[in-house]
Nanobody
Framework: QVQLVESGGGLVQAGGSLRLSCVAS????????MGWFRQAPGTEREFVAA????????YYADSVKGRFTISRDNAKNTVYLQMNSLKPEDTAVYYC???????????????????WGQGTQVTVSS
């Protein structure tokens, strides 16, 4: 099982930027596709972005395409989410997770992941 620790959230004004980090341990990080998810109050956890094990492939939810960028550093067992042009509707707790397979990560129901980290809160004020 992979252990995940997210950080980098905070309070930012609309139009601002934040960079989230997620450090993974317990599995061979470089073999895992990684993804970011988010959950706003009263809503279900939703997919945000995914990156393949090599970093060569990325995929984004339509709501963040063109504003968010996912990247990874396999030497540091870390995946990042650069968030630009933030909107109030981006307010949520952000989580990362992993899967063996990029396509699996893109399509997996968030309810089907076995465990999650504590997440990091992102609040965007208008």
């Amino acid at each position: 099982q992979v252990q995940l620790v997210e950080s980098g959230g905070g309070l930012v004004q609309a139009g601002g930027s934040l960079r989230l980090s997620c450090v993974a341990s317990g599995r061979t990080f470089s073999a895992l596709a990684m993804g970011w998810f988010r959950q706003a109050p009263g809503t279900e956890r939703e997919f945000v972005a995914a990156i393949s094990w090599s970093g060569g492939n990325t995929y984004y939810a339509d709501s963040v395409k063109g504003r968010f960028t996912i990247s990874r550093d396999n030497a540091k067992n870390t995946v990042y989410l650069q968030m630009n042009s933030l909107k109030p509707e981006d307010t949520a707790v952000y989580y990362c997770n992993a899967a063996y397979g990029f396509d699996t990560l893109k399509t997996k129901n968030p309810m089907d992941f076995g465990s999650w980290g504590q997440g990091t809160q992102v609040t965007v004020s208008s």
